[in-house]
């Protein structure tokens, strides 16, 4: 096929075009059709036109101007492409601009001009309808020869969305099939109330051409919860994010790829969203019956007062997937969690889950006796749980990750319950220790994750009786009470009648722990107690030497016992 020649530039025809767009490596899923009309330069501007599909050849040691058309949602990618041959430190670069001068198009800067690779780059989703500028940018003083290539294509229908501010509004129960690339951000906008419960489900093969997803949801107050990545080793390729709004207002989901590997920049990749929303006034809560709640009290033993637990609120989702999930809850300051997935019993062995709970700074939550903070069932040994817990030390948006382990599918429930200890907490460390009086009595809710710690003022000298009345045996835990001094060393306390006498003046610290006896099967529910503290100051407290009347010193001056006559006969305590 004979090349149409139009100045230093040539316009290939369809056959030759599909050989140099593949030596290109920028082209769409669908190639477009090539134009074969000729060209016209642009007498104004000295730009020449280059169209949907086209691939022009440029032989020049000067900057070229060129210019297309696009409409607002269309996708374009330009990839200039040097001859093998070229000079060395003769590069070109690609600069595209909008009708008002704004660039756009912008990659990498090292992918938008040629150096050690021959090629340079540049895509974007076109903003609005508009003419663009495209400057291919010659460097160094030799003449070189290279080609240009535009491919356009409308991806979905949602674009333009790159910005949460260009956000496409859709339904709270939407299913959403879009496609994006890497230089193709995709933004959704969803209203939502408070307590509104919100499920999203990605599905995407990007993994295959070694890309990778980003996900998030961007909050009304412009906070970000993380989805996890697609599984390049699940069937179905998903992942699930599941949140409850903390407030009300409008949710953004966002939705990007990043490519590892440099490859198939241009070529799209579809993928789906499916959104699952329950409002408020349809969340069930499973412990709505207060008998049924882990968290009550046993009412048999009466060794502990009685007492009103915090009200719990809880939250159950059932699971089925070999993927890893990801849910988010949110906890106020002082406000005890415990998260809990439960395996389905016939799960085969070693197809267990790992639950991680993280903080909004990345901090994993503390120690759950019997397990680590990314606790892992054991199907092998029939231990179908796993478990974290905590108690919130700043209002924060919690993340749980539960971890598929094994490539089968399998079935588990997350319960996630929260509820407010006592007035004291957070009062987890020494540092954080609330200040009571020497003679206080304290009633408090604690949890085997959950330490509170009690500030008393002491002078040298005093005694210090401590108490602690509960019905943590019912749980088969055991009570322990800790003092520390004001210069931080641990003061010794009596297990079976803890008291102590101040050594120095200033503040000490009483710590109350509930400890499970079986390890290996934490419980998570909180128990009620009383603290009673027993204060006795210095100069109360008795001397045993002091104790009884003065001695009365004897008549005679003689302490002998004797009358001082020398004859004891008549003293009744004297033996005949």
């Known amino acids: 096929m004979q090349a149409m020649s139009y100045g230093n530039l040539t316009r290939i ?37 280059i169209h949907d599909g086209e691939t022009l050849s440029v032989t020049t040691n000067s900057t070229q101007t060129f210019t297309f058309n696009a409409t607002r949602g269309e996708a374009f990618a330009l990839t200039a492409t040097l001859e093998d041959d070229a000079p060395a430190y003769n590069e070109i670069a690609i600069n595209v601009y909008d009708e008002n001068g704004t660039e756009v198009g912008k990659l990498d800067r090292d992918e938008m001009r040629t150096g050690e690779d021959s090629t340079a780059e540049a895509a974007d989703v076109a903003s609005t309808d508009g003419t663009y500028t495209v400057k291919v940018v010659k460097g160094g003083d030799k003449t070189v020869n290279y080609t240009l290539a535009l491919e356009q294509k409308r991806f979905d229908e949602y674009d333009p969305n ?24 995709d933004n959704y906008a969803v209203n939502l109330t408070r307590g509104d419960e919100m499920a999203i489900n990605v599905t995407s093969d990007g993994w295959e051409r070694f890309w990778y997803d980003q996900g998030y949801v961007i909050t009304p107050s412009g906070e970000k919860i993380g989805i996890t990545p697609t599984d390049a080793e699940s069937p179905d390729h998903h992942s699930t994010l599941r949140f409850e709004a903390n407030e009300t207002g409008t949710y953004v989901v966002h939705w990007e790829y990043s490519n590892e590997n440099g490859s198939d920049r241009f070529t799209p990749e579809p993928y789906s969203l499916d959104l699952q929303h329950t409002p408020d006034d349809e969340v069930t809560n499973p412990f709505e019956d207060p008998e049924e709640s882990p968290s009550n009290p046993d009412d048999g033993g009466d060794t502990g007062p009685e007492k009103n637990l915090p009200d719990e609120e809880v939250t159950t989702y059932s699971v089925t997937t070999n993927a890893t999930e990801t849910f988010t809850f949110n906890a106020t300051s002082g406000e005890a969690f415990a998260v809990v997935a439960t395996l389905d019993e016939n799960t085969s062995d070693y197809q267990d ?62 319960t996630i319950a929260k509820e407010q200890p006592d007035q004291d907490d957070p009062n987890e460390n020494v540092a954080d220790a609330t200040s009571v009086d020497a003679n206080a009595t304290v009633d408090a809710v604690a949890a085997s994750y959950d ?24 749980h088969e835990w055991y009570e ?3 003092v520390t001094a004001p210069d931080g060393e641990s003061v010794y306390v009596d297990d079976y009648k803890p008291s102590f006498e101040a050594k120095q003046n200033g503040t000490y610290v009483v710590s109350v722990t509930f400890g499970p006896r079986a390890a290996e099967d934490a419980d998570l529910s909180l128990e009620a107690y009383t603290l009673e503290l027993d204060h006795m100051p210095d100069d109360t407290i008795d001397n045993p030497e002091d104790d009884g009347p003065d001695p009365v010193p004897p008549e005679n001056g003689t302490d002998d016992g004797s009358d001082g006559d020398g004859d004891d006969s008549d003293d009744p305590t004297c033996p005949v």
């Open 162 to 185: 790159e910005s949460p501010e260009t956000a496409t509004e859709v339904d709270a129960n939407a299913t959403i099939e879009a496609a994006s690339a890497a230089y193709d951000e």
């Open 480 to 482: 322990r009470v800790t």
């Open 353 to 414: 889950v790992a639950v991680t709970v993280t903080d909004e700074n990345g901090n994993e939550t503390e120690n759950v006796p019997g397990g680590q903070p990314n606790d892992v069932t054991e199907t092998v040994t029939a231990d179908f749980t796993a478990k974290a817990a905590d108690v919130a030390e700043a209002n924060h948006t919690y993340t749980v990750e539960v971890q598929a382990i094994g490539d089968e599918q399998r079935q588990y429930n997350l």
């Open 451 to 474: 330490d509170d710690n009690y500030a008393v003022n002491l002078t040298a000298g005093d005694e210090m009786e401590l108490d602690v009345i509960s019905n943590a045996s019912d």
């Open 13 to 49: 025809g369809l056959v030759a075009l599909m050989v140099l767009s593949v030596v290109g490596g920028g082209v769409f899923a669908t190639a477009a059709v090539a134009q074969d009309s000729q060209p016209t330069a642009d007498e104004d501007s000295g730009a020449t036109p």
